[in-house]
């Protein structure tokens, strides 16, 4: 396979939820690709669709929901509609997932070697002895400190951050092509969330994972993606390199979520904020969703705009951009 | 300088769990077990002035809630004292405490669960200024709507009930229920935490404007150093139930002196540095069961010297209101 094909490419991807009160379009037409070694940040804020987009790429979505159109290209291979069997060949194989919180993800009753080792003998034909050094050996890379005696214990013997530790090793036990983090620090301290961030950052420059890192900060995102995609009520809205998106927002969303931090220079200031709720998903206003709350609104928006590229490998879809030039 | 409106002196709370009935008759047979001792709160002595926020900053685990609910009065303080306008709070007799007690109010991080669901919001933001007689039943309308419309509610929703609301609109509830009361004094345990980044940006606006407004003193507990940088006047970093450093926030973020808040400024999440060499801490904060020998953070310091590990730093004064307890400052 040559370098330059995306490891990951999701193609105008539509994951809805037939429910009594109405269907709720959770990802409305979502494009975006991953290459070897890249971390992408899809950024959104809760309800904005970005947790249902990593779960339609691994197949989870439970009914009422289901992906209605669209391509998940893996390596080449369009995921929807693989049979489940094949999708269970992939999963924890070939593409893992780091959810946020690890005390849901580890099974309490079992020790974590026997979690670990299970993982490597479900994918692959190795002795109990190999998969335990492996098992051992990853441990080891995610930073905790003598992985022999750390095997033995439950996970409640481990600290939050131990723990989330534990998952990612997990996740990359069998060199994975492909890892989906869903806010995996999100409920972590910092200083634990920057060793956290270190370990992921190495491994994906080690390995030539690709990865997709979910979360709402944008500050995270900024010191750790390459490239980052915006969403906002199902849609994405913005696309393009960490430091275009964020010294140069285009989006009116993306520009009111980036003055609304807490910086630096600003102390004491008045934050700005975004007017108006996000709207719910079951009666999304016509047109551009984020019309009601936008400050550059014009009669325009009342059609879907489309997706405009930029020279520079921007993407995003407004009428009345904030740094047209660019 | 004026009088400080809370002083703490030497505050501390333990948490001591009991021997169980095994335990105690394995003693008997001379095993020798003793008591589990969490030294949550360690000896913290702190001024806090009128109008100021202090913004109290730690790891999960460092004591940082305990000390705020012993201020709010919601913990008793095992040894020490807690001093509202120099008066001794658990010295008083009750019906004084009651009436100094409200002019201290507390927000919580998870308003779910901080609010009553089977209660309206009437009675949530009502029941308190009723039962101290600051309205009464006739008025209560009035006085609810000027409330509500203070801290942006629409006084059309008093009639809800708590999970009828998004949660930023739900940490509003809990704001107005705390200035119903019109307290002096407001203790704020991780209020924006749980919250998006566009509705946090409305919240701590809205503590601003209340500042302003009702010339509030604020204890800004929390973990995000980019929330108190932003609200603060001083800030206090505490680790393993100890005070390490205490400074006014353009100096500590400009010039951090104890290593720990060196570490802490390092691994702060920032909207303006990209794509960053992430570092490894060393360690992670130890069991407070069980902390470690004189300076507490001396395991995980990469400055510690032998003395470190021997005698516990005193806080001092390293500059004119900058105050930090680490040996290396002699």
Redesign the interface.
């Known amino acids: 396979m040559p370098d330059s094909e995306p490891t990951l490419k999701v193609e105008k991807l539509h994951t809805s939820f037939f429910t009594k009160a109405g269907i709720v379009k959770a990802v409305n037409d979502v494009s975006f690709s991953v290459k070897r070694g890249e971390i992408l940040g899809l950024v959104g804020?809760?309800g904005s669709g970005k947790s249902i987009t990593a779960f339609s790429i691994l197949n989870l979505i439970d009914p009422p929901g289901r992906i209605t159109s669209g391509k998940i290209l893996f390596n080449g291979r369009d995921l929807v509609g693989s049979s489940e069997k094949e999708m269970q060949q992939l999963r924890g194989n070939k593409i893992a997932m780091i959810f946020q919180d690890p005390m849901m993800t580890l099974n309490p009753v079992l020790r974590i070697d026997t979690q670990m080792i299970e993982t490597i003998q479900a994918h692959e034909k190795v002795s109990h002895r190999v998969a335990y050094e492996r098992a051992r050996d990853g441990l080891g890379r995610v930073?905790i400190s003598s992985p022999e005696e750390r095997l033995k214990a439950y996970p409640h013997q481990f600290?939050?951050?131990?723990r989330q530790r534990v998952a990612i090793a997990i996740s990359f036990l069998l060199k994975p092509d492909l890892v989906l983090a869903d806010e995996p620090t999100t409920a972590l301290?910092?200083?634990?969330?920057?060793?956290i961030?270190?370990?992921v950052?190495k491994l994906c420059r080690e390995t030539g994972t690709a990865m997709v890192w979910i979360t709402?900060?944008?500050?995270?995102v900024?010191?750790?993606a390459?490239r980052v995609c915006v969403m906002y009520a199902g849609r994405i809205v913005e696309e393009g390199g960490?430091?275009e998106v964020?010294d140069t927002p285009m989006h009116p969303y993306t520009h009111?979520?980036?003055?609304?931090?807490?910086?630096?220079n600003?102390?004491?200031q008045?934050?700005?904020?975004?007017p108006g709720?996000t709207p719910s998903l079951l009666s999304l206003p016509k047109g551009c969703t984020f019309r009601p709350r936008c400050t550059q609104k014009t009669e325009q928006c009342l059609e879907v705009p489309q997706t405009l590229r930029t020279s520079s490998g921007r993407m995003m879809s407004c009428y009345n951009p904030f740094n047209q030039g660019l | 300088m004026t009088d400080p409106i809370i002083q703490l002196k030497q505050l501390s709370k333990q948490f001591i769990r009991n021997l169980d009935f095994a335990e105690k008759a394995a003693n008997l047979l001379g095993a020798g077990i003793k008591k589990q001792v969490v030294h949550a709160v360690d000896d913290v002595n702190l001024n806090i002035f009128k109008g100021e926020v202090i913004g109290l900053v730690g790891e999960s685990g460092c004591g940082k809630s305990t000390l705020g609910r012993m201020v709010a009065g919601i913990l008793k303080q095992s040894s020490g004292s807690i001093r509202y306008r120099g008066k001794d709070i658990h010295q008083l007799s009750t019906e004084e405490r009651r009436r100094v007690q409200l002019n201290i109010q507390m927000i919580f991080q998870d308003s779910m669960s901080s609010l009553n669901p089977r209660m309206r919001v009437r009675n949530i933001i009502g029941e308190g200024p009723l039962v101290h007689g600051l309205t009464s039943q006739s008025e209560m309308d009035d006085y609810l709507d000027n409330i509500m419309i203070r801290v942006g509610l629409d006084p059309e929703f008093k009639r809800r009930y708590p999970h009828q609301f998004s949660g930023g609109q739900r940490q509003r509830i809990g704001i107005a229920r705390a200035i119903a009361v019109k307290p002096e004094f407001i203790v704020c345990d991780e209020s924006v935490a749980a919250l998006d980044v566009s509705i946090q940006a409305q919240v701590l606006n809205l503590f601003m404007k209340l500042r302003e407004d009702l010339q509030l003193t604020y204890l800004f507990i929390s973990h995000d150093l980019g929330v108190v940088e932003h609200l603060s006047d001083r800030v206090v970093i505490l680790y393993l139930g100890r005070v390490v450093e205490i400074a006014p926030t353009e100096a500590l973020f400009e010039q951090p002196n104890h290593p720990y808040t060196r570490v802490l400024m390092a691994e702060v999440p920032r909207i303006n540095l990209r794509h960053r060499k992430y570092s490894p801490v060393a360690g992670e904060i130890p069991s407070p069961l069980n902390p470690p020998s004189g300076c507490h953070f001396h395991p995980r310091c990469q400055f510690a010297e032998p003395r470190c590990g021997k005698e516990k730093p005193l806080l001092k004064e390293i500059a004119s209101e900058r105050f930090s307890a680490c040996h290396l400052n002699e």
């Open positions: 804020e809760s930073g600290s939050g951050g131990m301290d910092v200083t634990i969330q920057g060793q961030l270190y370990e950052q709402h900060d944008l500050a995270v900024g010191g750790l390459d960490v430091d964020i009111g979520l980036i003055g609304s931090v807490p910086s630096q600003r102390r004491g008045v934050l700005y904020q975004i709720m």
